[in-house]
């Protein structure tokens, strides 16, 4: 039965405890709300002026997870915060939960670390859907990244699935252009200037054809003589290229060299041997037999 004195205690804790907890529940809501508005303004700081697919999903990858763990922390200070204006004792919770977050911690370490190196990957953009990437190893065409792990297709279709842990240095293969690099080997007995010629020439050729033309963004450098080796002097060049292309540009341009090496009689070089007959100290060498067939007359 209500008593005056039971009411009157339930209006002294409505007036003293309840402002309190409505007042804690207002700021919760405007600053769950500032949450949301900060993650949109973030999601427009993170797009960095670009519209395309890849970049909106990246910068709504970020702003959302900025969201959740704003939110995360934010519902945490609020639960703490109501428990202290109801005079309950926080810190045996705050040690349970102290405990078991240490446990929890040492159990998913390694899926902490995939995440935290997730997000940075995200936030640093150095891995997008389409890239071509080398990373822990492997390689291939990059099919999905999320904050747990990045998925790659490599060339003849085995899919990679890599935990963000695992990423220590990421090589992107396809990031604003790309490069090719040639190394040309001809005979010694050729002028290697004219060769270079050649390769320019051809280069001028597939520049001038519209399909290549707009696969190709500079001329081909070509960096001269590089090294000498055993049965040839070679050449090295390089071709920039859209991103990706660098390949099937590469394979026409060798597909081109070679035929006009053909044409313009410049002899591509194969592994041979020069022999020399050693001496005694007399002078003198051992014989060394030699007999030549003719082949048309093998049968005879």
């Known amino acids: 039965m209500l008593t005056p004195e039971i009411i009157q205690k339930a209006i002294a804790w409505l007036i003293a405890t309840g402002l309190k907890l409505l007042l804690i529940i207002v700021v919760i809501l405007v600053l769950l709300r500032l949450c949301r508005v900060l993650s949109r303004r973030l999601e427009k700081?993170?797009?960095?002026?670009?519209?395309?697919e890849e970049s909106l999903k990246r910068a709504r990858t970020l702003s959302n997870l900025i969201n959740q763990l704003l939110r995360?922390?934010?519902?945490?200070?609020?639960?703490?915060?109501?428990?202290?204006?109801?005079?309950?004792?926080?810190?045996?919770?705050?040690?349970?939960?102290?405990?078991?977050?240490?446990?929890?911690?040492?159990?998913?370490?390694?899926?902490?670390?995939?995440?935290?190196?997730?997000?940075?990957i995200i936030l640093w953009d150095q891995i997008r859907v389409g890239d071509v990437v080398r990373v822990a190893g492997r390689s291939g065409a990059v099919e999905a990244v999320t904050l747990k792990m990045t998925v790659l297709r490599d060339f003849d279709g085995s899919v990679h699935y890599i935990p963000n842990g695992l990423?220590?240095?990421?090589?992107?293969?396809?990031?604003?252009?790309?490069?090719?690099?040639?190394?040309?080997?001809?005979?010694?007995?050729?002028?290697?200037?004219?060769?270079?010629?050649?390769m320019k020439k051809v280069d001028q050729e597939m520049r001038?054809?519209?399909?290549?033309?707009?696969?190709?963004?500079?001329?081909?450098?070509?960096?001269?003589?590089?090294?000498f080796e055993n049965s040839a002097v070679v050449i090295r060049a390089r071709?920039?290229?859209?991103?990706?292309?660098?390949?099937?540009?590469?394979r026409e341009f060798n597909r081109r060299l070679k035929m006009a090496f053909e044409r313009q009689g410049i002899s591509i070089p194969f592994p041979h041997l020069t022999m020399f007959i050693g001496q005694d100290k007399a002078g003198k060498s051992a014989p060394l037999p030699i007999r030549i067939e003719n082949p048309n007359q093998a049968g005879n």
């Not at 700081?45 to 395309?52: A, I, P, S």
């Not at 040639?182 to 050649?198: C, K, T």
């Open 72 to 120: 995360v922390v934010v519902l945490v200070i609020a639960v703490m915060t109501i428990l202290g204006a109801l005079e309950i004792q926080i810190a045996p919770i705050l040690a349970t939960a102290g405990v078991a977050g240490l446990a929890v911690g040492f159990a998913a370490q390694s899926l902490i670390k995939d995440v935290i190196n997730g997000f940075f």
């Open 167 to 198: 990423i220590d240095a990421v090589t992107n293969m396809t990031r604003d252009f790309s490069r090719f690099v040639f190394d040309i080997g001809v005979s010694y007995f050729e002028d290697v200037d004219r060769v270079m010629e050649v």
């Open 45 to 52: 700081v993170f797009l960095k002026g670009r519209e395309d």
């Open 208 to 227: 001038a054809e519209p399909r290549w033309a707009e696969l190709i963004m500079a001329p081909l450098e070509i960096l001269g003589l590089d090294r």
């Open 239 to 250: 071709t920039t290229t859209r991103p990706g292309q660098q390949w099937q540009v590469a």
